[in-house]
Nanobody, 127 residues
């Protein structure tokens, strides 16, 4: 049984940074493409960033480009999302999910192709 557990969310002031982590157990992490997705109150779930199983390929949504960085450590079964210059509109529940590298070839959004999901970690950006 594959389990994903996110951590690192919290309350942060606008302009500051936060790093999310997601640790995977029960599966072969190094074979999964991973992604971060978010859902704000009253909004649909949206892709944030995805990374291939090797870490050699990444893709970001427009709002994340230049501010967010996705990375992974296959020795720790963990994927990260470094978020800089946070804005109030980044407030959302952030989920990590595991899938296959097919998400890089398929039509977006990637979240429709992910196989395993965590329960999410809440990020609130407010002064």
């Amino acid at each position: 049984q594959v389990q994903l557990v996110e951590s690192g969310g919290g309350l942060v002031q606008p302009g500051l940074s936060l790093t999310l982590s997601c640790t995977v157990s029960g599966g072969t992490f190094s074979t999964y493409a991973m992604g971060w997705f978010r859902q704000g109150v009253g909004k649909e779930r949206e892709d944030t960033a995805i990374i291939s199983f090797s870490g050699g390929a990444t893709r970001y949504s427009d709002f994340a480009k230049g501010r967010f960085t996705i990375s992974r450590d296959n020795t720790k079964n963990t994927v990260y999302l470094q978020m800089n210059e946070l804005k109030p509109e980044d407030t959302a529940l952030y989920y990590c999910a595991a899938g296959s590298d097919y998400i890089f070839r398929a039509l977006p959004p990637a979240h429709q192709y992910m196989n395993y999901w965590g329960k999410g970690t809440l990020v609130t950006v407010s002064s």
